[in-house]
């Protein structure tokens, strides 16, 4: 296992893939010429306005200086994906040379890691979270070695909802020598402040997250990676130029005067209605503590309970044949009448 000597000084040209250190990236019209001018004839648009006949700016300026003021993260230190799959697929193909180098991850997780591992052929190696769900950092680390360049790790995790242990995190950002992916998907719904803040004292972290969740964005496929200026340069060197389109470029600007947090706190006392409901249902036979927009629950026959819900028009996540979550669904958070109707439904259950 490699570590890292000095935390705040790594090289990254030792792990990034030799291909990639050399690529030449595609040069667009945009970026040869980046002023306002009146007549563009550089990139054979269509000059006729329709309003898309433009392509988006490939480095997503206005939308980098507004998140940047919304999270209090430097411009240099954002990279905006379609989606969070889009970091997560870019982090292999950067990172990891197919056939030679692997990732570790925790389990159960969020199924993406493993999808993009698989599809760019690299090694994915599982250690499973304790039964209940903490996360034990040296395990982690024993399962690396010397070609382990990428270690997942997801705080709230999916589909447990718990928040990751911030001593064992900072263990793992210290004592591992590769990438370190931490996913804070969910961290708006957590009373915990995650990695944000600390990405000047860790050069290999990245943290993940989306418009997806909290922000309500789901269907635009906004994702966000933060790090250091130098691996946000190595992202933006490896995405395809227009990534994000110019109607979402657009409509995220506006949406994201949205009143999030007021929504976010609806949400976290529907979490706490059904903290306190859940226990007290015969079907239910565990209620796992959360710090998501969902609470994984366990029940005695997961099947017969999620078909049951569907025949009464409420579908959940079947997540039981998933190894560590065995006779485990996922429920989200909804309006208050949805989780009204959720508990109604699983309160008629017959046991
Ligand atoms: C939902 C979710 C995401 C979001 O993915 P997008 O591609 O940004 O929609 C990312 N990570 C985890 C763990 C999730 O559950």
Same mark, same amino acid.
């Not at 418009?211 to 200026?229: D, N, Y």
């Not at 366990?298 to 039981?320: A, T």
């Given at each position: 296992?490699?570590?890292?000597?000095?935390?705040?000084?790594?090289?990254?040209?030792?792990?990034?893939?030799?291909?990639?250190?050399?690529?030449?990236?595609?040069?667009?019209?945009?970026?040869?010429?980046?002023?306002?001018?009146?007549?563009?004839?550089?990139?054979?648009?269509?000059?006729?306005?329709?309003?898309?006949?433009?392509?988006?700016?490939?480095?997503?300026?206005?939308?980098?200086?507004?998140?940047?003021?919304?999270? *209090?993260?430097?411009?240099?230190?954002?990279?905006?994906?379609?989606?969070?799959?889009?970091?997560?697929?870019?982090?292999?193909?950067?990172?990891?040379?197919?056939?030679?180098?692997?990732?570790?991850?925790?389990?159960?997780?969020?199924?993406?890691?493993?999808? /993009?591992?698989?599809?760019?052929?690299?090694?994915?190696?599982?250690?499973?979270?304790?039964?209940?769900?903490?996360?034990? /950092?040296?395990?982690?680390?024993?399962? /690396?070695?010397?070609?382990?360049?990428?270690?997942?790790?997801?705080?709230?995790?999916?589909?447990? *909802?718990?928040?990751?242990?911030?001593?064992?995190?900072?263990?793992?950002?210290?004592?591992?020598?590769?990438?370190?992916?931490?996913?804070?998907?969910?961290?708006?719904?957590?009373?915990?402040?995650?990695?944000?803040?600390?990405?000047?004292?860790?050069?290999?972290?990245?943290?993940?997250?989306?418009?997806?969740? /909290?922000?309500?964005?789901? *269907?635009?496929?906004?994702?966000?990676?933060?790090?250091?200026?130098?691996?946000?340069?190595?992202?933006?060197?490896?995405?395809?130029?227009?990534?994000?389109?110019?109607?979402?470029?657009?409509?995220?600007?506006?949406?994201?005067?949205?009143?999030?947090?007021?929504?976010?706190?609806?949400?976290?006392?529907?979490?706490?209605?059904?903290?306190?409901?859940?226990?007290?249902?015969?079907?239910?036979?565990?209620?796992?503590?959360?710090?998501?927009?969902?609470?994984?629950?366990?029940?005695?026959?997961?099947?017969?309970?999620?078909?049951?819900?569907?025949?009464?028009?409420?579908?959940?996540?079947?997540?039981?044949?998933?190894?560590?979550?065995?006779?485990?669904?996922?429920?989200?958070?909804?309006?208050?009448?949805?989780?009204?109707?959720?508990?109604?439904?699983?309160?008629?259950?017959?046991?």
């Amino acid at each position: 296992m490699r570590t890292n000597d000095n935390p705040n000084v790594m090289d990254l040209t030792k792990l990034v893939r030799k291909n990639i250190l050399a690529l030449a990236p595609y040069s667009t019209a945009r970026d040869e010429y980046q002023g306002e001018l009146d007549i563009y004839l550089d990139a054979n648009e269509n000059p006729f306005n329709d309003g898309y006949n433009r392509y988006p700016d490939p480095y997503q300026k206005r939308l980098k200086e507004r998140l940047s003021r919304i999270k *209090g993260v430097d411009s240099s230190r954002i990279f905006i994906g379609n989606g969070s799959d889009e970091p997560i697929d870019l982090v292999y193909r950067i990172f990891c040379e197919p056939g030679v180098h692997n990732a570790v991850a925790i389990a159960p997780t969020y199924g993406m890691y493993r999808v /993009a591992a698989d599809i760019n052929g690299v090694e994915y190696r599982e250690v499973m979270l304790r039964d209940d769900f903490g996360l034990d /950092a040296e395990t982690l680390l024993a399962a /690396a070695d010397g070609n382990t360049r990428l270690l997942f790790l997801c705080s709230p995790n999916n589909p447990s *909802g718990n928040v990751l242990c911030r001593k064992a995190l900072e263990r793992l950002l210290t004592g591992f020598g590769g990438i370190v992916v931490l996913d804070e998907a969910y961290i708006d719904f957590a009373d915990d402040p995650g990695f944000l803040s600390q990405l000047d004292r860790y050069p290999n972290l990245i943290v993940l997250q989306t418009l997806s969740k /909290a922000w309500g964005m789901a *269907g635009l496929r906004l994702g966000l990676a933060f790090a250091s200026p130098e691996i946000v340069r190595l992202l933006t060197r490896v995405k395809y130029p227009y990534n994000i389109n110019v109607v979402t470029q657009k409509l995220v600007l506006t949406l994201l005067d949205k009143d999030m947090p007021g929504q976010v706190e609806t949400l976290k006392r529907e979490r706490t209605k059904l903290l306190e409901a859940l226990p007290e249902l015969p079907v239910i036979r565990k209620v796992y503590p959360s710090d998501a927009n969902f609470i994984l629950v366990r029940v005695d026959e997961p099947r017969k309970v999620y078909d049951r819900l569907i025949e009464k028009g409420i579908v959940v996540r079947d997540r039981s044949r998933i190894r560590g979550c065995e006779g485990c669904l996922r429920l989200t958070v909804g309006t208050p009448e949805e989780n009204e109707r959720l508990i109604a439904e699983l309160k008629a259950m017959p046991v």
